[in-house]
């Protein structure tokens, strides 16, 4: 499969040299790889990469100049995922995201790689909602959350925003703010004592097109 030809094909609008060219500078020698990629996989780095390039052609920069080949070990799993092309807009923009940051050549540690993977939609969007919270004093319980979650348009029950304030708690990117040593299950369930971590932090910088 000629893969320039099928971004070219599926990506049909004045940008899509700029795209092309803009994936043969970001992937390299291993463009070759990709032979046996689905087409809807290939669409999907297209439609990734398009957003990447509009963005920069809207600040008037010339986001080709800035392209850097990137790491394989770094590039390989965010394509994976990029591929996927999830239906949750969240997580797509955040995996556009990380790949942006691989375009500009910054540097993309495996582990905040891995820890996007870890996260659903519910997640996401909790992470969103404390750090804006949090943002502007405002006092935050499992209440004020779903009903946060539910006017984004995700029907959950308290049970899910709890969860998945375990969730983020368990792999580092909030923390419990408590005095009383370890936290226990009130603390989390509570939400008022949950805090982005610093690595929560830097990660949000990332995902969030922020870096």
């Known amino acids: 499969m000629d893969i320039l030809a099928v971004i070219t094909e599926l990506t ?34 297209g439609s990734a990469v398009k957003t990447i390039y509009d963005k920069w052609q809207a600040k008037n920069i010339n986001l080709e100049e800035n392209v850097k080949e990137a790491d394989p070990e770094i590039l390989q799993p965010i394509l994976k995922e990029v591929f996927i092309g999830y239906k949750s807009e969240i997580l797509r923009e955040k995996w556009i995201n990380l790949l942006e940051s691989v375009i ?74 408590t005095l009383q040593g370890k936290p226990t299950r009130q603390d989390v369930e509570s939400g008022n004592n949950v805090y982005i971590s610093d690595f929560g932090k830097k990660f949000m910088r990332l995902v969030n097109g922020e870096n």
């Open 12 to 45: 049909s609008d004045v940008s899509k040299a700029g795209v092309t060219l803009l994936v043969k500078g970001l992937l390299g020698e291993q463009i070759e790889e990709l032979a046996n990629v689905s087409k809807r996989g290939l669409r999907n780095l």
């Open 104 to 177: 500009l050549g910054n540097s993309v540690h495996p582990r905040y790689i891995e820890t996007l993977k870890l996260l659903d939609t519910i997640d996401a969007n909790v992470l969103n909602i404390i750090s804006e919270y949090r943002k502007v004093g405002n006092f935050l319980n499992i209440k004020s959350l779903k009903g946060s979650l539910q006017q984004g348009g995700l029907d959950v029950q308290d049970d899910m925003a709890i969860d998945s304030l375990f969730n983020l708690v368990e792999i580092n990117l909030c923390y419990v703010n």
